[in-house]
């Protein structure tokens, strides 16, 4: 009976916590243009797969076509969108985007943590993957500057509009790692056509 009365009581607090953040959530809301559904990609893209390559089987055009179909995702667009607000008045975006703060594995995050000169060139994607918390985690590299990868954390919102919620240095991508797609892939990691 008392373990009854302590699992119910616990799963009492477990909502109640869970109530406060959601409403706490709901309430931060940065101000900054949306992707809305009317603009939205027809196909829901899961994670980008890039073929691999190998001696005998090189990517064909359809290949490169799906991948490069990733540019026209709303989540993507989203990136480039704040990006560009940041550039002309980073003011106007949620302090949470963009104040300075280290995260886990002592990684940058926020847009005041990286030099503007990323942002301003075009970046291409190299993994999406969606986020425990709701949205889409998005891999990113900066063309001019290819020295780190960005995570990037996208939010789709309850009207259908889409909000950029965090971006970060990914530890996980080396500079090793970077070269290798880099050598894996030359079209892909060099193509500004379709880099936004």
């Known amino acids: 009976m008392k373990n009854k009365k302590i699992y119910l009581l616990t799963l009492i607090v477990i909502f109640l916590v869970l109530g406060v953040v959601f409403l706490i959530l709901s309430r931060i809301r940065p101000t ?53 607000i940041y550039l002309k008045d980073p003011t106007s975006l949620s302090s949470l985007l963009v104040e300075k703060s280290v995260g886990p594995e002592n ?25 425990v918390a709701g949205g889409k985690f998005i891999d990113i590299l900066f063309l001019d500057k290819p020295d780190k990868v960005f995570l990037v954390w996208v939010y789709k919102l309850e009207g259908g509009e889409y909000e950029m919620r965090a971006i970060a240095e990914n530890p996980y991508y080396t500079q090793e790692k970077i070269d290798y797609y880099y050598e894996r892939y030359p079209l892909l990691m060099q193509d500004r056509l379709h880099a936004l």
């Open 32 to 84: 900054q243009p949306k992707i809305t559904d009317s603009q939205k990609f027809q196909l829901e893209v899961q994670d980008i797969e890039i073929p691999q390559e190998t001696e005998e089987q090189k990517m064909t055009d359809e290949d490169y076509q799906n991948y490069y179909s990733v540019y026209e995702n709303p989540f993507v667009q989203q990136i480039r969108t704040t990006l560009d």
């Open 107 to 131: 990684a940058k995050e926020g847009l005041d943590s990286f030099s503007s000169d990323y942002y301003k060139g075009k970046f291409v994607v190299i993994d999406i993957r969606n986020s």
